[in-house]
């Protein structure tokens, strides 16, 4: 009876261990692929000035998506990441490891997608944040005028006088600001062309 019980503690500890595991190969493997993206040639926005008509916060516009632009977001992505692995690497080899705070380890990344300040339209899909969405994910997409019962109404005259583009994907939506007529007419094309070719494509 007794060893029957340890061998289910001990499966357990395996299952969760490899769900872990998982886990961080999953946060680990966006993290490259995001830097990978930043790298490629890019369809919007290209120019500064269509930069500064897209944000994530209503506050300020999006960086460029570059290494330097987005270095406070690589380096507590990363740094997240680091402490995650060491304290699970501790946690192992001490078998000193509370498995309640599996969840809280996970905290720092859950909302790690606001941690890059960009958005950018490419060849192959679009990254918001630290989030990439290939085009065959994404099934539709809207913009919704900024008036005075809007959450982002406010903020800014921009803002105000902008649009929430709300991208629907096959798992969380995405979504951004735009606050020029010209901008929201640049990624409307652009996102009818990309969309329209892929399913034409499929």
């Given amino acids: 009876m007794f060893n029957a019980k340890l061998k289910v ?5 395996l299952i969760l261990d490899g769900l872990f595991l998982m886990i961080i190969g999953f946060y680990l493997y966006r993290f490259i692929r995001i830097l990978f993206k930043m790298k490629q040639d890019r369809i919007l926005p290209v120019a500064n000035e269509e930069m500064k008509d897209i944000r994530i916060e209503p506050q300020r516009p999006i960086d460029s998506p570059s290494v330097p632009s987005q270095k406070w977001g690589i380096i507590v992505y990363s740094m997240s990441l680091l402490f995650i692995i060491s304290v699970f690497i501790i946690g192992i080899s001490t078998d000193f ?15 790690s997608e606001n941690l890059f300040n960009q958005f950018i339209i490419l060849d192959d899909g679009l990254v918001k944040g630290s989030r990439y969405v290939p085009w065959g994910k994404i099934k539709s997409f809207s913009f919704v005028p900024i008036d005075i019962n809007h959450q982002y109404f406010g903020f800014s005259k921009e803002v105000n006088d902008g649009y929430e583009l709300k991208i629907e994907s096959r798992f969380l939506p995405i979504r951004c600001i735009v606050t020029s007529d010209a901008m929201k007419e640049k990624l409307n094309q652009t996102l009818n062309e990309r969309l329209t070719h892929t399913k034409n494509k499929g």
């Fill in 9 to 13: 503690v001990i499966l357990s500890m």
């Fill in 97 to 111: 490891f509370d498995w309640s705070i599996y969840l809280l380890l996970f905290l720092p990344l859950v909302h």
